[in-house]
């Protein structure tokens, strides 16, 4: 008798795929992040780790939506089963800062010195 792994139950709160950003203007195009992929399961925590300018607030403002005009991004983002690259603005308002939303790099500016961090990340 061999056991299996159980099959996982639930999708993954946050799925992102082959997530490319690019930011263009009238001379050029800059490639700031090229086919990432990782998906975050319900009561996982990720942090995002890696050298300055290798795309970690690039990669959470796209997922986000808040990047600026210039850039074109490519790839499926879904985060609770809805497709966030194509939902119009007002509908990923409610989501925003309530349901998701990131630490930047500058954290001593984001959070609370008085409150555990723990605390100030949880729902």
């Known amino acids: 008798m061999t ?4 099959e996982p139950t639930a999708e993954p709160l946050l799925e992102v795929r082959d997530l ?7 001379s ?4 700031a992040v090229e086919s990432v992929s990782f998906h975050v399961d319900p009561g996982e925590t990720v942090g995002l780790i890696g050298e300055s300018g290798s795309g970690k ?7 986000l939506r808040l990047l600026s005009p210039t850039a074109v991004v490519t790839g499926a983002i ?6 966030v690259t194509h939902q119009p603005e007002r509908m990923l308002r409610p989501l925003r800062w309530k349901r998701m939303a ?6 001593m ?7 555990q961090v723990g605390r100030q990340l949880a729902r």
């Open 20 to 26: 490319t950003v690019d930011f263009t203007s009238a």
């Open 109 to 115: 500016n984001s959070l609370d010195p008085v409150r």
């Open 3 to 6: 056991e299996r792994l159980p």
């Open 78 to 83: 879904r985060f609770d089963g809805i497709d």
């Open 102 to 107: 990131f630490v930047p790099q500058s954290a």
């Open 57 to 63: 607030s690039t990669i959470v403002r796209a997922i």
């Open 28 to 31: 050029q195009t800059l490639r």
